[in-house]
């Protein structure tokens, strides 16, 4: 019998280029982040009010933004995709949902692992006030309709949403709720990527709890578990500890019915709900300032097992007193290293300074008192994000002025030891970047990285007129604002093509130890499909 003849098989790098040939058919759009901090780029399409804005980044760079606006019957919660190149992908904005609240709350937004965003906010289209989560798609499709009401059935008193996008492609959102008699309690449902409700959960403690913050975070080979923090809650004389519990993917608590102690021996600030940040390793990194004792900066882990990193000795920002208010933290994917970044200010209040620690172990790195980076000044201070950076050091963006004068924002990168990396002396910091020069008030700063180093800026702004408006900025990891570098031109000539995939094909494999490795994309430390997907993405 005669041999059917055989097709030959297309060889791997014919498999490349064909998926590059399509990938060129979809490239992206002209790149728009402005490259002038005296224009910024406008998000927020819409004439009403708009304010607290959120992000959420996907690692391609592309980003969820999202704001509460009022057009003149309440406020909305709006939705915008804006594309790695600071493209907004939806005109107009999409509204999630159409409200008559006079007044905002604290809500949730994330990303899950289909590139959707996932959102969870109060609603009032029933009698009282509804616990909604909704799920919007890249395309703009809402497959969750209206959304989803997560407390049907109980008009009690409910605040301040939250949402976290777990590993396995569901999401979990957690609220506080007010029973007619009792202490405050929290709720907690999972919902799967059709909307349905896979479980329910009252946390309930002898002390009314509020819930502070929701993160996903895996232990090694762990999916779907995330953890919450709480905060004590109850009359202004009343403690108000912060704790952590952990979920697991069903459900049920990780870290014991009493949950973590994170600080117990003072009071958290009232009105400082502090937000937890993954550590990549199962734990969460917190940081808050407190009101006993008096206006003190904190910064403390838990680990995967429930364990704390730093004992009460050692979880301050500094071992000396001042007065310290408004941190913001972050921790190094790669050596675990925290950094902190707080305002210090004068006995009477009335001047400001921008001070950092990091955390190497549980050793202060920066001395007993932390680095000075501003030092103390009449122009009011605000902390608005730390990012850690591919080279171990940390990004840092702050707002500066009074408000109802002009008020600025800056960034700055540092490295490990805290000295500066960018050029410039904007804000009045050696290597400061302006990220907004502009004459205007701007306010509720939200920040947000991708694995490229690069930082997305956005914020509350009137510089059109009375009407508050969401405006936004990069800044690239060289501390240049604009056009994002692009991800994939591996010979610099500002294309994504052929060439560029035959140079990553040629470093496939893991990268040498202390050698440039510009093909690890995502920095992973090995040249593999992940990295080929983001040349991809970028394909001229």
């Not at 606006?69 to 915008?80: A, M, S, T």
């Not at 999972?190 to 009314?208: A, E, H, Q, V």
């Not at 430390?525 to 991809?536: M, P």
Request: hydrophobic fraction near 40%; proline fraction near 5%.
């Amino acid at each position: 019998m005669t041999p059917t003849a055989r097709t030959p098989r297309p060889s791997t790098l014919q498999r490349l280029l064909a998926i590059g040939v399509a990938a060129a058919a979809t490239s992206a759009a002209t790149a728009q982040w402005s490259d002038d901090a005296s224009i910024n780029n406008l998000l927020g399409a819409g004439t009403g009010t708009q304010n607290q804005a959120l992000l959420a980044r996907l690692a391609d760079g592309t980003t969820y933004v999202s704001w509460l606006e009022n057009p003149g019957g309440g406020y909305d919660v709006r939705l915008q995709l804006v594309t790695p190149t600071g493209v907004p992908e939806w005109s107009g904005a999409l509204t999630v949902a159409d409200r008559s609240f006079s007044s905002t709350q604290s809500y949730g937004l994330d990303v899950d692992t289909s590139g959707a965003a996932v959102l969870a906010y109060r609603g009032d289209a029933l009698p009282g006030t509804q616990i909604v989560a909704n799920r919007v798609l890249a395309d703009g499709t809402m497959p969750w309709g209206d959304g989803v009401v997560l407390n049907a059935g109980n008009s009690q008193d409910v605040a301040s949403p939250t949402i976290a996008a777990t590993s396995d492609g569901n999401s979990v959102a957690a609220w506080t709720r007010f029973p007619s008699s009792g202490p405050s309690v929290i709720e907690l449902r999972k919902l799967s990527p059709d909307g349905d409700i896979l479980w329910s959960y009252t946390m309930t403690r002898p002390t009314g709890i509020a819930a502070s913050s929701l993160v996903a975070s895996d232990a090694p080979g762990a999916s779907g578990q995330c953890a919450l923090m709480t905060v004590g809650f109850g009359g202004f004389t009343s403690p108000r500890p912060l704790k952590a519990q952990k979920f697991d993917t069903d459900g049920s608590e990780m870290w014991g019915s009493s949950d973590v102690g994170i600080f117990t021996s003072g009071s958290v600030q009232i009105g400082n709900f502090p937000k937890l940040i993954a550590d990549g390793r199962g734990g969460a990194v917190a940081t808050w300032y407190s009101s006993v004792p008096s206006l003190r900066c904190f910064v403390q882990q838990v680990r995967a097992d429930g364990s704390l990193r730093l004992s009460t000795s050692q979880y301050g920002v500094t071992a000396v007193g001042e007065t310290q208010v408004n941190p913001v933290a972050c921790i190094d994917p790669v050596s675990e290293d925290i950094t902190c970044y707080w305002i210090t200010q004068n006995s009477s209040q009335s001047q400001f300074s921008l001070k950092g620690q990091r955390f190497e172990g549980t050793s202060r790195a920066w001395g007993t008192t932390g680095i000075t980076f501003l030092p103390l000044g009449s122009t009011q201070t605000t902390a608005a994000g730390c990012h850690p950076r591919y080279d171990g050091g940390t990004t840092v963006v702050w707002n500066s002025g009074f408000i109802p004068q002009p008020t600025f924002i800056f960034a700055a990168a540092v490295d490990a030891d805290g000295s500066p990396v960018w050029t410039g002396n904007a804000g009045g910091l050696t290597g400061g970047v302006a990220i907004s020069d502009v004459d205007s008030n701007k306010s509720r700063t939200a920040t947000a990285t991708s694995p490229s180093g690069e930082i997305v800026i956005a914020w509350s702004d009137d510089r059109d007129g009375s009407s508050r408006r969401i405006y936004g900025q990069n800044i690239r990891a060289d501390g240049e604002l604009g056009d994002a570098a692009l991800v994939g031109d591996l010979n610099g000539d500002g294309v994504v093509n052929a060439a560029d995939l035959g140079l990553l094909i040629v470093a496939w494999g893991p990268c040498g130890k202390g050698v440039p490795c510009p093909a690890d994309l995502n920095e992973d430390g090995i040249v593999d499909a992940a990295d080929l997907g983001f040349l991809f993405a970028n394909w001229s």
